[in-house]
């Protein structure tokens, strides 16, 4: 992975002059924790003052048994001042990154606590900042609080995993520009027309199955009468097989009887309105044998009709044939037998009745058997239409869902040919992946992390620039917790480290440094800001705990803590001549180490601003950090005997040593004054913010 200023470890910029902080009363005696608690910046002004308000913690029931939990309320203390001042110092926007805050102690002493309470700090801080109207301090910023026990795999990959989940849901827009900015551009390039062209297909493929569906839905009606074994229709027509035979043939249809009656039913079911009229009378009418019957009974009922005219007019025509002198003898004959004619009326009059009476029985029996077969048929089709329409139904949402993500998949892939400069590369060797590249995920996701944080710091600058306010919209600073580094194993734990950091990243680191002690692993490259857990857990009073404990949910008052006033801040105090002058003359004390000057500068930057306006204290605190960062633990034992009694700090020249000489000729060279209890103060805070035990 390529260098990208991790070892810099992060310095604050200068800022412009402010206006002098009132005076404060020089301090008496006195540990540090007081002073760390009551030394946030200078009085407010009385609209600052209304942003003071204080907001009180929810009350919960107490808990019958604690449990070992790294995100437990604890009670406030001495932490609490140097956390809110360590909140400043990650979202302040002259806050050079990357920049790594070090929670240092053993097991057990809170740093998961601390971290959790730190973070807390972070976002409240953050909130004020968006409700301000010019802030000092970036208002958007994203958390992403890690376990490193729960890293599967290489530490980038799995980092870059967890801030991409992260980034997916708070900041979408982000996770995407990354992503791509981390992906080889001819890679992507390629990979996107090869997704297009495969959704292409599917897309084909689908809208095929969707016609055929469509198809299939239209035939469906002669798919289950005439292809579908088993159907209600196809078993009636199984079981009545020889009645409709039989029916059939008495109206001469041609082929199979089967055929025929499943075509009449396929023919009613498709009819509607008059076309149902007309398949009854075709029932009686035209099919074979009805015709004639029905010609039979007109004939027979006309016959009927004619004899029984001339029943009623016998005399008349007999009369008639009386005086034709050949046919008299015929008339008296026809006389006597004339019920002969009523009897042949009669006759004719039953053969018309059971001529129709044929042709309606005919008639009926097979609408009886189409009726049938069609109540069947569309008793089929009812179940099998729903399923098919249910089936259509979601092919075509398919079919729409996949031409939405093949438009998608085009804009990517033009999207990404742009940024590939188009498919023709010049470079052939760039137009293929490097065939040294042992492990492509992991470069990808080193490229990511570089990636989110660059887009956030442009993000953050581009902020600045515009407006010292808060704005909406992307991250401006990705604040990356790592806890539990002390249950991995010390290589383990280097490898986090070392690809956790890039630009526009803060990383809160909870470790204890003697789990790496044996491993021979610097923290001081990987940590930019010590503050030892461990040393603040041997300053807390064990029985404000206890109470804390046992007062949560008991009706004792909630315990207040001032919302954070995010117009201003007390690192943007300038150094003022004399300071610079000092730092300067102990810069040969603090050590030749680039990285342990530059730590020196910054965390006299940091601790001075408990001291406004207090020359003496910033002068003994200089001095301290000058020999925590270049002198021996003999020095500083030195310095603590020399604090002893009140007053001027008498040393004993046997244990001065050369580099202590050094820094008290350096700070007696600035006339800077030191007294025992200004001295006292500033040893207990360098010890705060010390990697030494």
Not at 595 to 606: C, G
Not at 626 to 648: H, K, Q, Y
């Amino acid at each position: 992975m390529p260098d990208i200023g991790l070892r810099n470890l992060g310095s604050l910029i200068p800022g412009a002059k402010a206006e002098p902080p009132p005076a404060a009363p020089k301090a008496g005696t006195g540990k540090i924790e007081p002073k760390l608690a009551g030394s946030l910046p200078p009085a407010p002004t009385p609209a600052a003052a209304k942003a003071l308000a204080t907001t009180a913690r929810p009350k919960a029931e107490s808990a019958l048994f604690a449990a070992d939990a790294g995100d437990d309320g604890a009670a406030p203390g001495p932490a609490d001042a140097p956390l809110s001042l360590l909140a400043e110092l990650a979202l302040h926007r002259r806050t050079q990154t990357p920049f790594s805050i070090g929670l240092l102690g053993p097991s057990g002493s809170g740093k998961s606590a601390a971290l959790a309470r730190l973070i807390e700090n972070v976002e409240r801080l953050a909130a004020a900042a968006r409700g301000a109207t010019s802030s000092p301090f970036l208002a958007n910023i994203l958390t992403l609080r890690v376990d490193a026990a729960d890293l599967d795999g290489p530490a980038a990959t799995a980092l870059a995993g967890a801030l991409y989940a992260r980034l997916a849901l708070d900041q979408p827009q982000l996770a995407v520009e990354a992503s791509n900015a981390a992906r080889d551009p001819g890679l992507a390039t390629r990979e996107a027309f090869e997704r297009l062209d495969a959704a292409s297909r599917k897309l084909e493929s689908e809208r095929r199955l969707l016609e055929e569906a469509d198809g299939r839905r239209a035939r469906l009606a002669d798919t289950v009468l005439y292809e579908t074994p088993g159907s209600k229709i196809d078993a009636f027509a199984a079981r009545a097989r020889g009645r409709i035979a039989a029916t059939m043939s008495r109206f001469a249809a041609p082929g199979d009887p089967l055929l025929a009656y499943k075509d009449m039913v396929r023919t009613l079911t498709d009819a509607r309105g008059p076309s149902r009229l007309g398949f009854f009378a075709e029932a009686f009418w035209g099919r074979k044998g009805q015709s004639s019957r029905i010609v039979w009974a007109i004939i027979f009922a006309a016959a009927g009709f004619g004899l029984g005219v001339a029943l009623g007019h016998q005399s008349t025509w007999l009369d008639w044939l009386r005086a034709q002198p050949q046919m008299a003898a015929a008339a008296d004959w026809i006389a006597a037998h004339i019920d002969w004619l009523a009897t042949l009326r009669g006759s004719f009059y039953v053969g018309a009745g059971l001529m129709l009476l044929s042709n309606l029985w005919r008639g009926l029996r097979l609408l009886q058997l189409v009726f049938r077969g069609e109540r069947l048929l569309n008793a089929d089709l009812l179940e099998r239409r729903r399923e098919a329409d249910a089936f259509l139904g979601h092919q075509s949402r398919r079919v729409q869902d996949l031409a939405s993500e093949v438009d998608r998949l085009s804009r990517k892939a033009a999207e990404a040919e742009r940024r590939a400069g188009g498919l023709n590369i010049a470079n052939p060797a760039l137009a293929e992946p490097s065939p040294f590249a042992a492990d492509l995920i992991k470069q990808q996701a080193q490229r990511f992390l570089a990636a989110v944080g660059a887009l956030a710091q442009k993000q953050a600058e581009g902020a600045e620039a515009k407006s010292s306010g808060s704005s909406a919209g992307a991250a401006q600073r990705i604040i990356l917790a790592l806890d539990n580094l002390d249950l991995v194993p010390a290589a383990r734990a280097l490898e986090i480290l070392s690809c956790a950091p890039a630009p526009g990243f803060v990383s809160l680191i909870a470790v204890d440094p003697a789990r790496f002690a044996d491993a021979a692993v610097d923290l001081e490259k990987w940590i930019s800001a010590p503050f030892s857990i461990g040393v603040l857990a041997g300053r807390r009073d064990p029985a404000a705990q206890i109470r804390h404990l046992l007062s949560i949910g008991s009706g004792a008052e909630a315990s207040k803590i001032a919302a954070p006033d995010a117009a201003r801040s007390a690192l943007d105090e300038p150094l003022s001549d004399l300071e610079t002058r000092l730092l300067a003359a102990l810069a040969p004390v603090a050590g030749p180490s680039g990285r342990r000057l530059k730590r020196f500068v910054n965390l006299y930057r940091l601790l001075r601003a408990q001291w406004p306006n207090d020359a003496e204290r910033r002068a003994c605190l200089a001095l301290a950090l000058a020999l925590d960062a270049g002198g021996t633990s003999e020095d500083f034992s030195a310095l603590e005997a020399a604090v002893l009694a009140p007053g001027e700090p008498v040393f004993d020249h046997h244990r001065v040593s050369q580099r202590l000489g050094l820094a008290l000729q350096a700070t007696a060279a600035t006339q800077a004054r030191l007294t025992s209890e200004a001295l006292r103060d500033a040893l207990d805070a360098v010890r705060l913010f010390s990697f030494k035990p």
